[in-house]
């Protein structure tokens, strides 16, 4: 079944491959062909056959659910669009018209182009039909003639030699090509030599050589990896190894880490469109696109030999896995995606969310183990299957998240006893590449997202998240470890206040969509955003300035063992309207009931109701515990809100969605001048946790939490972290530059201190910290001094080119 992802749907749904075996036992196309190709020595046919499994799958029986349903459901699909099939000049289909009276790069013209897609896409749907077994069209002569007969019209009409692009780019440099040489492969054999011929004459045409002659502009990230894949399915349809060995060597360029712009980053931080976080959408391009490339090209000829190709396997657990969770993939990292849930286009009406997305990457990740190491692979197999087992929203044995290829590799997994499923790696991670922070424990799993001048605030384009405009104010998701897997999942961003974005602080001035600009064209002008971790906690900061705005705020969040504590000061704005600060705002789906409490007191059920109170502690059941130190005026609202994919997707269903929210606020009115809040967030804990961390004055110091800097320490932890706006002195520490600290004491006597500079602009640093210490034990090359005894003065050196990464040092406190 293909199952789409907007115009990169290929990664849940690969496609089809040789003609079906039949559909009794399993089912395995490919490697037989494969092998007997590469014993009669034609290596470009072995390659075609081993991309016809690489697409198709193996080792699955059509027989058995959900292969049976998913092959059914294929079936009926492309039957639709046989039946619908009426070509004419200008189109295949007549909702899909492809020929554009004003051909230009304007928006219209956008529309046409991507119907061209569209087109291909439908086609390789019959194609995989008529190739798989078990769809009801297996093998279907008058099928095949439908086939044949739309291939010819689509090259003849508009994709060919002779005919100028029109619209977006991207239709016919990679969507378009990459279904039609699929299509070529899949049907190779019952193509002329006139036709293969046309059709290599025309993708030659839209993407020649130098389309990877430089690594700029769109040929570049995951885009790169998908002209290389166009170019080496190009070369292995006709035998042009020189295309093939194009294709290998132009993949080099994405391998090394970058330090600007699009690329994997040394921190794990992944890029796409310069200054978009994209790890969970273009990453998943990537990874998904490579995985094929290394697996196609693999023990042949073109086999790709570059060293450096080990950073980006390194990247499975250094940049994919930090954002996995229970099978899901984080939002803050998948850009515009998720505004794509369902599309109006989609006629089996799967929503495209976050686990969705997930199991499309660890599917990938399972086709990358192929060519590892064997303590690569037995690593990602065993964290694969972790994420999967547990993944209680989006069970990925029913077939909803996968199509065939990867839903027959992850059962193969499943059913595999030798495997023992991984536990969900627990730490803290901040991304100073990507304006991102991580935070994971036994209990939960937390994410902010924030923006600065390297990073948009959001992206939007074709018409694509147009509300999107405050997902990089400081928005903090989070997920227990036994629930709320669907709570970004279940219709969340059609319905959610885009101005009440959890964990956010914004100004209530409406903004237009698409506010600031497309492809991420909006960023503030502020640089200190970032912080520092030892790898189990954390101390992360974000100056806030607004978008299209006058609001500004300095924002704190110390991650530790079973909370978050958020702070936040020097609260201002001019708008003429209010400015909020969001504690939370959890969806509780169609018709959820969750009890609010506060301070012990049941408040109403009914939606929607709103009420301002005096806060010590919140509950809010089988969600979280809220504790609001010293007290504070709380403004909860329930709301049953509606909303329609197509209000912040132009590609959008136009089907009502209706969610219940519970939110809690800090109302700082109208034109703050110096607001502030201070809150502990706690996942997952129960009302008498919550109310005895309440009763427990001493758990949480708050050492300062103003404009200049904002600390507080966990004596229970050891913990102290500071985020200093300026030169200042909070607690026991002093520092003479703006800079992120964070201290933890441990009980064997030791200490680690943890700086970093994230604002990019420290040319020296002097640390004190009055706190007897008996000796370092440990310091990176950038300390040049360290003094100890009564109190720890360590003299740092340039931090400005450290790219906002932490420097550790370890003492002795006895």
Known sequence: MTTPWSRRGFLAT???????????????????????????????????????????????????????????????????????????????????????????????????????????????????????????VTGDAAVKDKIVVAYDHLIKDVYNENQAPYGNWYSWEIGAPQSLLDIAIMMYEHLSAEQISATVKAVDH???????????????????????????????????????????????PTFPYVTVGDGLYADGSLIQHTNVPYTGSYGAVLISGMSKLLGLLGGSTWAVSDPKQQLFLDAVEAAYAPFIYNGLMMDGVSGRAISRGLTATDVLKIQQDDHLRGHAIIGAVLVLAQGASAEEAARWKALAKGWFTRDRYADVSTGRTLGVPALSRANALLADESVKAAAEPVGHKVFPGMDRAVHRTKGFAASVSMASKRITYYENGNGENVRGFHTGSGMLYWWGADAGGGQYSDGFWPTVDPYRLPGTTASQKRLADGEGGIWGAATPDATWVGGTTDGTYATVGQYLKGLSSTMEAKKSWFFVDDAVVCLGAGIKGADGVGVESVVDNRNLGASGAAQLTVNGRTQPGEHPWSGTMDARWAHLKGHAGYVFPGGTKLTALREERTGKWKDINGGGAEDAVTRRYVTLLADHGTDPSDASYSYILMPGASELRTAARALDRGWLVTLVNSGKAQGVRVPSLGFTGINFWEPGTAGKVVVDAPVSVQIREKRDGTAVVCVSDPSRSVKGLTLVWKRPVASVVSKPSVVSDARTGSSLTLTFGDLSGSNGGTHKVTVRTN
């Not at 036992?25 to 037989?32: C, D, E, N, P, Q």
């Not at 200008?90 to 004003?102: C, F, L, Q, R």
């Open 14 to 136: 690969s496609g089809a491959t040789a003609l079906a075996l039949g559909l009794a036992g399993t089912f395995s196309a490919g490697h037989a062909s494969a092998a007997q190709a590469a014993a009669e020595g034609d290596e470009f046919a072995a390659l075609r056959a081993k991309w016809r499994s690489i697409i198709l799958g193996e080792g699955f029986t059509p027989t058995a659910e959900p292969f049976k349903s998913k092959l059914a459901t294929l079936g009926t699909t492309a039957r639709r669009w046989i039946d619908s099939m009426a070509p004419a000049t200008g189109a295949v289909w007549p909702d899909a018209v492809y020929a554009d009276p004003e051909p230009d790069k304007d928006t219209e013209s956008y529309g046409f182009s991507g119907k061209i897609q569209e087109s291909y896409a439908r086609l390789r749907t019959m194609a995989e039909a008529y190739c798989q077994p078990g769809t009801g």
């Open 206 to 252: 839209f993407v020649p050589d130098s389309k990877v002659a430089q690594y700029a502009g769109t040929s570049t990230g995951a885009n790169r990896i998908d002209l290389c894949q166009v170019l080496a399915l190009r070369g292995i349809l006709d035998g042009t190894a020189a295309k093939v060995a194009l294709a290998r060597d132009a993949m080099s």
